[in-house]
């Protein structure tokens, strides 16, 4: 496997996951280049609480997820595994808390130390650890199938409330309902802060910043939306966008991605993912127009993303730009 087939299939997992995630209700967001153990941030109440950690496999006969004898010891109470299966025509994602994720390595490794090998001889320790759905040998505790019971656990990262006060456009009874799609404009917090925690793990002030980047630019919409009389919306129910509004006919509908020098190609190619994504879920809420919307932090470095919205059918625009981009259209 060459590693630019590996980097595709990586970045595939994690935006999966944001996609699901979003799809539960989340705000969630990609974490900064080189975070230790997190690919994407959850935030409640403007605070981060949890950190998700994707790991994917592709295709093999047995079926596992690659990981090192190290992960036996993270154990962090706010980390989440999501174990991504890729061979399936849909996805599949399991969702385990760190310390189930360290028990199932510690357990099957020692018991397959133990275990003879065919020829009677006794296994060679190594670091190679895996997580199986059904192990080749009995593994106290975790029984064949075992991880069936963590498919789809978006509920260990958010908490069964906050799904269940989240329908979306799959959710019984959510298609016809074109007036939930929009709810009152929720101002969000730009002074918001990351909760303190342990510096080696994740940079506090990279993750304040890309928040409050994110706030300030969706919040500078609102306003400029105002001063033509518009008014903005938030999501109501049928598909988590960060901002809504109807003009001409048309429900407009925006993600908002901050941007770094590090980040930018990934947050642009995740938000235009986005936000075709939810102008699709209005559609089938009973929305007859829907024009999808990204709203990047500031102007893309990369010329080229222009074009590549435009015929996408995405309008790309950004503050200082929103005259130009929005006006008429």
Known sequence: MSPS???IDRAAAVDLVLARLRRAGSAAELAPPRTKNADVLVLTGGQLSRRVKVKYRKSGPRGGWLFQASHEDVRDDDLVYALVDLEPDEPAVYVLPAQVVADALATSHGTWLDTPSRGSHPHRDNPMRQVMRTY????????PDWLDRYHERWDLVLGE?????????????AVGRPAAAGGAYRRPDENVRSKPRDPFAIDPDEVDRGLKGHRRTQNALFDWLATRGVLGLSPD???????AWREGGRMFVGEVKSLTVNNEAMQLRLGLGQALHYAEMLRDAGEPQVQPVLIAEHEPTDGRWLRVCDRAGVILTWPGGFDKHLTDR
């Open 5 to 7: 087939s590996v980097a």
């Open 136 to 143: 080749s040998f009995p593994v106290p505790g975790f029984e």
């Open 161 to 173: 409330a906050r799904l269940a006060a989240s329908p979306t456009a799959d959710s019984p009874g």
């Open 237 to 243: 129910g049928i598909a988590n966008y960060d901002i």
